[in-house]
């Protein structure tokens, strides 16, 4: 399969989080983000200002993240993407962190067998 170069890409990838939920237990919830396919150059941008502390896990997710799927409003119904409920998703803990290690995580690749 012949490799095609695109100037703008993006994809979907699942991210899991656990949330606290009532009798000290946690629940594994998974939806997909879609994340823009960002250039190898602003990925060594983003890993060095993210090491000196200059980028958020939040501020991570705004860049790369364009769409989703599998997350609901409190009665059930599919939740369109918009900045605004993006922004709000991105307010509850533990979630910024969770996107922004999904994006890392795709860009690794393959796991090589030794």
């Not at 703008?8 to 656990?18: K, L, Q």
């Not at 958020?56 to 599919?78: C, H, N």
């Given at each position: 399969?012949?490799?095609v170069?695109?100037?703008?890409?993006?994809?979907?990838?699942?991210?899991?989080?656990?949330?606290?939920?009532?009798?000290?237990?946690?629940?594994?919830?998974?939806?997909?983000?879609?994340?823009?396919?960002?250039?190898?150059?602003?990925?060594?941008?983003?890993?060095?200002?993210?090491?000196?502390?200059?980028?958020?896990?939040v501020?991570?997710?705004?860049?790369?993240?364009?769409?989703?799927?599998?997350?609901?409003?409190?009665?059930?119904?599919?939740?369109?993407?918009?900045?605004?409920?993006?922004?709000?998703?991105?307010?509850?803990?533990?979630?910024?962190?969770?996107?922004?290690?999904a994006?890392?995580?795709?860009?690794?690749?393959?796991?090589?067998?030794?």
């Amino acid at each position: 399969m012949a490799f095609v170069l695109k100037s703008s890409n993006s994809y979907f990838w699942p991210v899991t989080v656990e949330v606290p939920v009532s009798g000290g237990k946690w629940e594994k919830t998974t939806f997909d983000i879609e994340f823009q396919d960002l250039s190898q150059s602003r990925l060594q941008e983003i890993a060095e200002l993210s090491g000196e502390g200059a980028l958020s896990d939040v501020d991570i997710a705004k860049e790369v993240m364009s769409g989703w799927s599998g997350i609901v409003d409190a009665e059930g119904d599919d939740l369109p993407y918009s900045i605004s409920a993006r922004d709000q998703l991105l307010d509850q803990p533990m979630l910024a962190s969770a996107i922004a290690s999904a994006y890392i995580d795709s860009k690794q690749g393959a796991k090589r067998k030794n």
